[in-house]
């Protein structure tokens, strides 16, 4: 089996930075497309930002010039730098990585809020 833990989350104020860590854990062969995506109260989970195993990256047009992924495939981890936070980032962000064996796997997620 495999496993995804999130770190990093917290409290920031409007303007403040960030950095989300996705380590991948397990009986891992590859690790395809990883991803970013958040779930904020009453709404539906959407994706941010995602990375191929080559390194090509895109984002949701809201976090273009504020957030960047990356990824490690030494230490299978995925991180998410966020600076410029603003309240409207407020959510639970989750890490999903498809998996060469497994399949697609989701973290538990962790808790950014954005407010002063």
């Known amino acids: 089996q495999v496993q995804l833990v999130e770190s990093g989350g917290g409290l920031v104020r409007p303007g403040g930075s960030l950095r989300l860590s996705c380590a991948a854990s397990g009986n891992i062969f590859e690790i395809y497309t990883m991803g970013w995506y958040r779930q904020a109260p009453g709404k539906a989970r959407d994706e941010v930002a995602q990375?191929?195993?080559?390194?090509?990256?895109n984002y949701v047009d809201s976090v273009k010039g504020r957030f960047t992924v990356s990824r490690d495939n030494a230490k299978n981890t995925m991180y998410l730098q966020m600076d410029n936070l603003k309240p409207e980032d407020t959510a639970v962000y989750y890490c999903?990585?498809?998996?060469?064996?497994?399949?697609?796997?989701w973290g538990q997620g962790t808790q950014v809020t954005v407010s002063s």
């Open positions: 990375i191929t195993n080559g390194g090509a990256t």
């Open positions: 999903n990585a498809n998996f060469r064996n497994f399949g697609r796997r």
